[in-house]
């Protein structure tokens, strides 16, 4: 067995010397990552307006004439501290999680790292795409929506106008990428749950409508209560179950092929 794997039996020190060494590795590349982040915070929070300025151009207003506001005199300073900390995790996700991984590779056997490392780059890219999906359209989208409940002195009704505080607007963002980005880990999840048997294809194709339903529900929990927004999210989500089905199933097809040729060569 101590031949399948490159780990050596170590003290209980050592393996805290090693964590130490990594967390140290970890919070250094944050915290590089925050520095350059926090100086660049308000650039990056125009970045993150920009979706709210489409949705205003969708709605024929000026774009001059709006804008977001701030309530409390620390509100868009700890505003940019929040977009500085959102960016530096993003940024540093990679050194992060590859230090994560040089932890626990020696612990693995070769064939466990090698399953191990794809799943590794497929989940920071799932998870953009994800995000990708909240900015360019999911947020213009609920942002028209709710610029379109305004009434306007033009109607001879009291004007009520939607001015909406910084702070309250990023941490939309945020919620809804964070919601966004762990709904597209359903295929990663999903096959790691199936390559050690706690899942199979045919659990999953049973559990389907319920799976739909759900989606269904997060959407509606998630966007603003109009169909389009609602299906928008719950499309992607019943596609990556689909999505999942089939890797599950690819799963259990290269195990079986696997077992067969272990039982062909022990006979």
């Not at 140290?24 to 990056?44: D, E, N, Q, R, T």
């Not at 002195?153 to 809804?176: D, F, H, K, N, W």
């Not at 999210?233 to 999942?244: D, Q, T, V």
């Amino acid at each position: 067995m101590s031949g399948d794997t490159e780990d050596k039996p170590q003290p209980l020190i050592e393996h805290l010397m090693e964590l130490r060494t990594r967390l140290i590795w970890s919070l250094g590349a944050f915290f590089i990552a925050f520095i350059a982040c926090f100086a660049v915070a308000k650039h990056l929070f125009n970045l993150l307006v920009l979706p709210y300025k489409w949705a205003i151009g969708w709605a024929g207003l000026d774009v001059s004439k709006s804008g977001l506001i701030y309530t409390a005199p620390q509100e868009l300073l700890f505003t940019e501290i929040k977009v500085a900390m959102f960016s530096a995790l993003v940024i540093s996700f990679p050194v992060i999680a590859s230090q994560l991984y040089k932890f626990i590779a020696p612990g693995l056997y070769k064939n466990e790292r090698a399953a191990f490392l794809p799943f590794l780059i497929a989940s920071p890219i799932l998870f953009l795409i994800g995000a990708a999906l909240v900015y360019f359209m999911f947020i213009p989208m609920m942002m028209w929506f709710f610029i379109g409940m305004q009434r306007l002195p033009e109607t001879g009704e009291v004007a009520i106008s939607l001015v909406p505080r910084v702070s309250e607007y990023l941490s939309l963002i945020m919620t809804l990428v964070m919601s966004f980005g762990l709904v597209f880990q359903l295929p990663v999840v999903t096959t790691l749950l199936a390559r050690v048997g706690l899942l199979t294809s045919d659990w999953l194709r049973e559990k389907r409508k319920f799976a739909i339903v759900m989606a269904f529900v997060v959407a509606a929990v998630l966007t603003p209560p109009d169909p389009m927004s609602q299906i928008g999210l719950a499309l992607p989500a019943i596609i990556l179950y689909e999505i999942s089905i089939y890797m599950a199933r690819l799963v259990e097809r290269k195990r079986a092929a696997e077992s067969k040729s272990t039982e062909l060569e022990e006979t």
